[in-house]
């Protein structure tokens, strides 16, 4: 996927210039993704007008694809049992429902959906634990995978470090920069086996992430590896 | 798994102008709870659903109840579906393929809120964009049709079965560089198709 020129969008929002990439993508227009990185995945989608086109034509294929399959003969009792249920008083039509007028920002900060329903109105009143000098760490109750907020620290650098699987990370506020790029709010950085890499908060604030890391990761510098026990990602 | 056979795909009773007469009848569900209108789209859709939950994994007595679910969402939230943003086919396809993540894996599928305030927008669409997209459909559905048998496969794999990548290339003894570049092959075809004709 190209990069494409940092720009502001209508209300002012930032486009992402790290993607999802279409592996992934595909894996959830298809519904193969955990719960856990589904909920990465539809928060970047939130913020990035550019993967929801994407998207878009993954799930258009999709409705091809069912298209597609053998038109066998419609068995007429079950359209009269189908038909029967909608007589019954539970089956209520749903309205489309008016944009949300409410001030969401928690702290200042805005999440997006899904992740915002998951995480509850108030960040401070998550359960969050320092890992490391410069790294908070709040683990998300969500199936799947090991999914938690991150709060790296203005200008601190995170231990170097490998992962067994892959992990996801998306920035919600701030920013971090690791060797292959600065990543803000709306990207996301694919880390997987191959990558060794060491993420440094910006120096003007503190850098929140979802990250989604769906096995365990290993440090590997030379004074870091008796770290493991205590940050057990 | 019950039935779980490579299914061939078939497009041969295709009608043209089909699609858009779904469309209508799913708007006609919205705005009037029209009862022949919901037998139409049951009519096309139900045996289709039925198929897919029967690749997915399902039983047939569990296929047929979540294809009744779906049904029923479908009369429940067809106020909700708009032509302009998707044809009959890829709205429905979202329900189902989101009810079997629900009654199979008994796992939330956390979804994009469009009303989110936090919603980064879309830069503005041009109307010819949007009205390509019940045309789309039909043109897929033949591009799909004359793909490479190997490439299907693996589409077919990944939609019908909701198998991820990695386990695509275990249950094939595909290497995954294949499986994945097999995969991009198709879409990067299917795309042309949707973006040069949109």
Known sequence: MGEI?????????RLPVHHIGEELL???????????????????????????????????????MLDALPDDECDEASLDAVLARLDRDDVTPVQ???????????????????????????LNKLGWKRRIRGLDECVLPV???????????????????????????LV???????????????????????VDHQPTADLDEDCLCLAVVDAPLRLTGRMTRFLNPFLRI | MAFNGMMSIDTSTAQPG?????????????????????????RHFAPRLRAFMIRG?????????????????????????????????????????NRRIDRLRRERRPELDPNDPALVPDAPRSADQSLALSQDTRRLESAIATLPQEQRDILERAYYDEKPHSVIAEETGLPLGTVKSRLRLALGRLRKEVRDHG
Not at chain 1, 96 to 121: H, K, M
Not at chain 1, 174 to 190: E, K, N, P, Q
């Open chain 1, 26 to 64: 595909l894996d959830y227009a298809a519904g193969a993704t955990s719960e856990a990185m589904s909920l990465l995945i539809a928060s970047h989608l939130a913020l990035c007008p550019m993967c929801r086109q994407q998207l878009a034509e993954l799930e258009l294929v999709g409705g091809a």
């Open chain 1, 172 to 194: 919600l506020t701030g920013g971090f920069t690791d060797a292959r790029g600065s990543y803000l709010r709306g990207d996301v950085a694919v880390t997987d086996q191959h």
């Open chain 1, 143 to 169: 199936g799947g995978a090991r999914v938690s907020l991150m709060r790296i620290h203005q200008g601190a650098s995170m231990p170097k470090h490998t992962h067994a699987g892959n992990e996801l990370t």
């Open chain 1, 96 to 122: 489309p429902t008016a944009p949300v007028a409410a001030d969401p920002a928690v702290d200042g900060i805005l999440l997006p959906e899904p992740l915002r329903s998951y995480v509850g109105s108030d």
């Open chain 2, 18 to 42: 089909g699609r858009e007469a779904l469309d209508r009848a799913l708007v006609a569900i919205g705005a009037e709870r029209d009862r022949a209108a919901f037998a139409l789209v049951f």
């Open chain 2, 57 to 97: 994994g399902c039983d047939r007595g569990d296929a047929e109840e979540i294809v009744q679910d779906v049904m029923v969402t479908v009369w429940r939230r067809a106020e909700t579906f708009d032509p302009r943003q998707a044809s009959a086919s890829t709205w429905i396809f979202t329900i189902a393929r």
């Open chain 1, 5 to 13: 020129e940092r720009t502001l969008g209508g209300d002012g929002g």
